[in-house]
Structure formats: C-alpha cells, structure tokens
C-alpha cells in the first residue's frame, strides 16, 4: 500500500525497553535503538512516555531521542508545570497528555477532559503556542470528544483499552459493543475536525478493528511490540504489525469502492 490518503500511521512505543534496562541499571537495552530498529521495519513514529516517577523512560531518553530519531517523537505525559516545561525545552512533534497516577501499573484510562477543562487550557496552549501538537487521550466518550475540541486539541487519541479487555476475554459481545462505540468516536471527533488516533493493548489480533476505521490515521502501540520482541525480535514483531494493519486497511477502502 502506498502512502496515501488511505494510509495508516504506525507509532511505536518503546517504554518497555527501558524497563528492561532499568530492572537492572545500566545502559542495556537501549530504548534509542529500539526506536532505531522500529523505523527501519516500517514505524512511521515513536512514542515514550516520561512519568512523573521515571519509572521507565528518563530525561536523558527523551533528549537523546528528540536529538537522534528520524521520525516524529510523541511524548506521552502527564499535564503538569514540570513535564511542560520539559516539553518546552525539547519541542518534540507532539504530546499526548495522558491521565497518571503512581499506584498504577499502565494508563487505565481516558483523561478526564470535561472537568478538567480549566487546567488543560493553558497547558495545551503553551505547547501550541511552541509548535507542539496536542493530543489528548480520551474514551471514546461524546463529552469528552466535545471538549477536547472546545479545548482546541488537535488530536484525540482513543484508548482501546476495554475493547482489547473483552478480545482478551473472548467476550465477542463486549467486543462488538466497544468496536462500535470506538467507530462512532472517531467518526464525531472527526467531524469536529480533530486528527484520530487510537491505541492501548492493540495485539495482532486485536489490531484489524481499528485498521478497518476510516478516520482512524494513526495507532499507537507499545508494551506488546516489545513483548513480542523477546520471542522474535523487535524488526519483525512491527513488520507484521504493519502488515496487519495494512491488510485490514486495504480490505476496508476496497469494500467502500465496491
């Protein structure tokens, strides 16, 4: 498939690699070059998520990355005056502004955009203002959508997370349900004029639901790339995710040409 209007963006998230490493210390394994190894096997972006505890990705990631990649850097963060200011001092392509608490294991959840309008205002202005596009990871919820638009993102990014709760449940019904409260998500974020993205626990099994979307330009995935990559390697695990995602793709736009 060429890149087109039809194509699907692929960002990879490389946090878990710096977890890795930092289960013991050191420099081994070095989320850069994962990030490297992702580009050459047909990532069209990386993702890293510095937390407020540094519990994976560090400082020092988030420079080195920002100075050395060769395609776009997200940084997935939390909305607070220290991560601005981090994101300020290196200007990645965009930040998605994620819910964070320290007591849990992964993002749970969407932001909780509509009543914290008054807080995210000025954040999400002052990375548009230095050339930063914004994200915000939502439900695929109307009043989040709303206001996310209201809050002149320029992105929302769909957590998956449920949706992939129920494949992995092998609960089709709760599939279906979710699969088509994501589609009517993206379609009213993109009527709103807000760019699409969706990710959280997107497998190769679970990935083609998403692909089939049409306002859908981007998928974000991370922690199963990686786990992937102890089996197969890090190259392989993407080429087959973009494979996937290209023949999901390629199926819808020929069934609407039909």
Known sequence: MTKGLSYLRLGVNIDHVATIRNAR???HPDPLRAAHLAVEAGADGITAHLREDRRHISDADIARLKSELT?????EMAATPEMVAIALRHVP????LVPERREERTTEG??????????????????????????LFIEPDPRAI??????????VELHTGAY?????????RGMAAEAARLAQGASEAAARGL????????????????????????????????????????PAAVRRMRSLMDEARHAAASRVLA
Not at 93 to 96: I, K, L, R, T
Not at 164 to 172: I, M, P, S, V
């Open 25 to 27: 210390g050191g420099r």
């Open 71 to 75: 395609r776009p850097l997200n940084l």
């Open 93 to 96: 392509n965009a930040c998605c």
């Open 110 to 135: 969407g932001l909780d955009v509509v009543g914290q309008k008054a807080m995210l205002a000025p954040v999400i202005a002052d990375l548009k203002a230095a050339g930063i596009r914004v994200s």
């Open 146 to 155: 709303e206001a996310s638009a209201e809050l002149a993102a320029d992105i």
């Open 164 to 172: 992939c709760e129920y494949a992995a449940a092998d609960d089709a």
């Open 195 to 234: 760019e699409v993205h969706a990710g959280h626990g997107l497998t190769f099994n679970t990935v083609a639901a998403l692909a089939r979307m049409p306002e859908v330009v981007e998928l974000n995935i991370g922690h199963f790339l990686i786990g992937e990559a102890i089996f197969g390697g890090l």
